[in-house]
């Protein structure tokens, strides 16, 4: 899961929806603090390379503007995910 900030509200709803979307949390990946503008993000960089790694099948995101702020961004990452087979899920 990627988000902008990890609030107890939002991290109850997100644990929420991957119960209900028979998903396994493997692993939160949070940039608090740090604008979705920012293509070079520490834990975004982690998250990628736990899929490029293949170490994840599925992303959950809050909203697709937590993830990525631009279209472009946007579309490569699911452009990846896509090539290694990663589902992407925005609530």
């Known amino acids: 899961m990627v988000a902008k900030a990890a609030n107890d509200a939002g991290v109850g709803i997100r644990a929420f929806f991957a119960e209900h979307a028979d998903l396994n949390v493997a692993d ?3 940039d608090k603090g740090i604008s979705g503008r920012e293509e070079e993000r520490p834990a975004l960089g982690d998250l990628m390379e736990a899929a490029r790694q293949r170490a994840i ?3 959950v995101v809050w909203k697709f503007d937590r993830f990525a702020r631009s279209a472009s961004h ?3 990452a699911l452009d990846e995910f896509d090539h ?3 589902r992407f899920v925005s609530a």
């Open 28 to 30: 939160w990946y949070c």
């Open 57 to 59: 099948d599925c992303v």
């Open 74 to 76: 946007l579309i490569r």
């Open 84 to 86: 290694l087979g990663i």
